[in-house]
């Protein structure tokens, strides 16, 4: 009742805003402001400068822009008057200009704007027009994938292996300082998908920025241990029609093709998006296994074959932006589409044990496929108040998607014959909605507030069938004691607040989140119910001090919380092969994180550093543990329980440098120490390790259209309680050039150049030892075209605005 009152309330809100902007004042003309912006030492043009328009009394903020890759900017306003354009670029000193937009002129050109480096860098500093591939903000860290030429054929998980505190393992796991429990957020939505397969549909050259944010504030969603990865997709804001292609493939069955077409006009933004793709990885794995779970008889399991993964992916997406003046924006987007991920392993078996040596040989097929189509319809609303920073928003999202995991594990002898074989699968749709409303107040600069409401319903079933080969009829028969039936229903409704602002060089946001959670699972078959209703709290603190305007601090607190995820919670058995079992844990409590930061930044002579220092603490920690089955002597059972308290204190530091005219590099390096303490099976335990990984991204322009990109590697051993894993090297390297003015670009890229990168994994308990490599054929090769469309100009024919890279939500 409360939350229909609620909802009640919104549209009525809704209703009485539209009216507002509809019945006002018919709105003005839009006036273009354009210029170039170069540097005056040397006249390059400057990428990605900032140019705001400013009040010419209060020098508050009225719109802004940056340059594109000549240095030209555009900027749209329907204010009228004398303004100040300010213009500012790391390492130079920040420029201002008084301009006039008189109200009869609707095109103002400022012309060439030169800006000097800074006085301290003169004699150093030579300017390109390159920029770092990662910028470090008071909250989060930035990734320009513009920048990221290694990953430009991949997806979002390729790009993100050049990340901070991200870290992606051979198999195309993705982990946030060490964590695999994260959230993905999509132009700051949520997304339809689990993390990992968003970040796998995604594809890079569709992606402006990714945004890390490993201590968020109460405004965001709470979920997911580490933090969030949100990922800025592309688009346009010119009148006109203007678009980019890119086509590519590789090696080994790779390739794909995206299109992305924008048309704007004075109250209208319409945008069309389609992409596929299809990937296969080929690779080799080894395995050796030894159940000790009889204390006079150890059984051993040898094995090595062929696998290859397969992922085909398709998505379309469209929308319209309506603002009728000023103060309103209306939106509407959809998106569709499907995913589906393959596997193929033909696997030769050793088995004996210790009382029988002699070796029974045979082999095992495992075919396998995940997949479905999802969808999802978003719609916004903005109001913008007469402040540049006071405004309401609302967003609406309905969603659905559904999935069919199915495998086939056949095993044969030495002569061919199948000695056993068995069909298993999980399918079942999932949909949901999610609403958000959200207010900014500034009062001034020193104090202003935020606060909103937060919703989501999640309603799914899933049905488990298991079904084993006779080898006498040659058919497969229904196992209704591994088969089951569960729904599954999750409510959750939050409340937030923030009060922020600026004092002096102080900074400082305060925020306090309440979620309200109802989960209920229902075995049907069973008859079981397990249901939480519960209320969760947590606060955040960002604080930042600036020294001057080239050195700040920054201290921030966050409390989270990751609750299990639907199959972690299954209380049922689910065959993978022959030789493995899965059951779900319905009694895991949610982990409850603590995780404090520090941070430091500092600019010097056109270079950055960046040093982070963290501590988080997890509470209930959430372990994948196997051991031998119950009544078997040669199957491995895979769980999942509350383990105790993980802690870890870590630094990662970032050094951005211009080494010479010709020369850009980042170096990324994260160090931490992660130990977990706790208690199974009665049994204590206190596991530590040292990890650490290290990155250094080199970019070489070798002409004015040809830049080279070297990236090599090291990634860290890591410890799990039960299990170990190894660390390895790689390099990935990459060529791009540019033709016709920039319209067409090649890139041709290479990962894994020596072959190195490997999964390398060992787990030990008291009844089993397992030991596996898995490595993937390399390297990997790709060839990836670009086309502009348009080449990026509007409809007069002229330059103006940002480049490829500008933009947001689409």
Not at 448 to 453: N, R, S, V
Not at 463 to 479: C, I, K, P, R
Not at 549 to 556: E, I, P, R, Y
Request: glycine share 8%.
């Amino acid at each position: 009742m409360k939350l229909r009152i609620f909802l009640y309330l919104l549209i009525t809100l809704l209703t009485m805003e539209t009216i507002t902007g509809q019945t006002g004042p018919a709105p003005s003309r839009i006036h273009k402001v354009t210029g170039k912006v170069i540097d005056a030492s040397n006249n390059e043009p400057l990428e990605y400068a900032t140019v705001k328009l400013l009040n010419i009394t209060d020098s508050a903020l009225v719109t802004g822009s940056v340059t594109n890759s000549d240095g030209e900017f555009l900027i749209e306003t329907k204010k009228t008057g004398r303004f100040i354009l300010q213009i500012n670029f790391i390492g130079y000193t920040k420029t201002r200009k008084d301009i006039n937009i008189p109200k009869a002129v609707r095109n103002v050109d400022v012309g060439i704007i030169k800006i000097n480096p800074a006085a301290e860098n003169i004699a150093e500093v030579t300017v390109r027009a390159n920029k770092h591939s990662i910028d470090y903000k008071i909250d989060k860290k930035v990734l320009h994938v513009s920048q990221q030429y290694t990953s430009v054929s991949g997806t979002a998980v390729d790009v993100l292996q050049n990340a901070p505190a991200v870290q992606v393992d051979i198999e195309g796991n993705v982990s946030l300082r060490g964590n695999s429990n994260f959230t993905v957020l999509i132009d700051g939505r949520p997304t339809v998908l689990d993390a990992t397969e968003a970040l796998e549909q995604i594809p890079a050259s569709m992606i402006q920025d990714i945004e890390i944010i490993t201590n968020p504030s109460a405004k965001y969603d709470p979920e997911g241990t580490a933090g969030i990865i949100n990922i800025i997709t592309k688009k346009r804001s010119l009148e006109g029609v203007n678009g980019i292609a890119h086509l590519n493939a590789g090696l080994d069955e790779k390739y794909g093709a995206d299109l992305l077409l924008n048309l704007r006009t004075q109250h209208f933004n319409f945008f069309v998006a389609g992409d596929y793709n299809n990937r296969r990885y080929p690779g080799s794995m080894e395995e050796e296994t030894r159940f000790l779970s009889n204390p006079d008889t150890t059984f051993y399991l040898n094995s090595d074959g062929d696998r290859e993964r397969g992922r085909e992916r398709y998505s379309g997406r469209a929308g319209i932006e309506w603002f009728p003046n000023e103060s309103n924006t209306f939106s509407l987007s959809g998106r569709y589409g499907g995913r589906k991920s393959t596997w193929l392993s033909e696997t030769d078996f050793e088995e004996w044990n210790s009382a029988e040596p002699d070796r029974l040989r045979y082999r095992s097929v495992e075919d396998g496929e995940r997949g479905g189509n999802f969808y999802s319809v978003n719609f916004d609303y903005i109001h913008q108040f007469s402040g540049p920073k006071h405004k309401f928003d609302v967003n609406f999202m309905l969603y659905e998607r559904d999935g069919d995991d199915e495998t086939v594990n056949t095993l044969r002898d030495a002569f061919g014959e199948i000695t056993n074989s068995q069909k298993s699968g999980e399918f079942g749709p999932a949909s949901g909605f999610r609403y958000r409303a959200n207010y900014m107040q500034p009062f001034t600069d020193a104090f202003k507030i935020e606060a909103g409401l937060q919703g989501r319903y999640r309603d799914s079933k899933e049905t488990n069938e298991v079904f084993y080969y006779d080898t006498t009829t040659s058919e497969y028969v229904f196992q209704s004691q591994y088969s089951n039936d569960v729904t599954y229903a999750r409510n959750i409704h939050a409340m937030y607040g923030l009060a922020k602002g600026e004092l002096n060089n102080f900074g400082y946001q305060l925020g306090f989140r309440a979620e309200y959670t109802y989960r209920d699972i229902n075995l049907n078959d069973g008859g079981e119910n397990y249901s939480i209703d519960r209320w969760d709290y947590f606060p955040t603190l960002h604080f930042s001090y600036k020294l001057n305007k080239t050195n700040q601090f920054m201290a921030s607190y966050s409390r989270r919380i990751d609750r299990p995820r639907g199959w972690f919670l299954e209380p049922f058995i689910t065959w993978e092969d022959a030789y493995n079992v899965r059951r779900g844990n319905p009694d895991l409590k949610p982990e409850y994180i603590n995780a404090y930061e520090i941070g430091y930044q500092m600019d010097f002579g056109g270079n950055a550093l960046t040093a982070e220092l963290f501590y988080r603490t997890t509470q209930n920690n959430i372990e994948r543990v196997r051991s031998v089955w119950e009544g078997s002597s040669d199957v491995m059972l895979q769980t999942f329980d509350n383990v105790g308290t993980d802690y870890s204190l870590g630094t990662e530091i970032m050094l951005n440098l211009k080494l010479i005219k010709w020369w850009d590099a980042d170096i990324t390096a994260d160090f931490y120490d992660y130990r977990v303490k706790g208690e199974f099976n009665g049994i204590e335990y206190d596991e530590h390790s040292f990890t650490y990984n290290v990155r250094w991204n080199n970019t070489f322009t070798l002409w004015e259209n040809t830049r080279l990109q070297i990236n090599p590697a090291y990634h860290g051993p890591e410890i799990e309680p039960q299990e170990e894993e190894e660390g390895f090297f790689d390099v990935d390297a990459a060529v791009r050039q540019s033709f016709l003015s920039k319209k067409l670009q090649l890139t041709l890229q290479v990962r894994d150049v020596f072959g190195t990168s490997k999964y390398e994994s060992t787990t030990e308990t008291s009844d089993l030892y397992n030991h596996r490599i898995y490595r993937h054929k390399t390297p990997i090769v790709m060839l990836n075209v670009t086309w502009r469309i348009n080449n990026y100009k509007s409809r007069n024919g002229n330059r103006q605005g940002g480049g490829e890279d500008m933009g947001g939500e689409m």
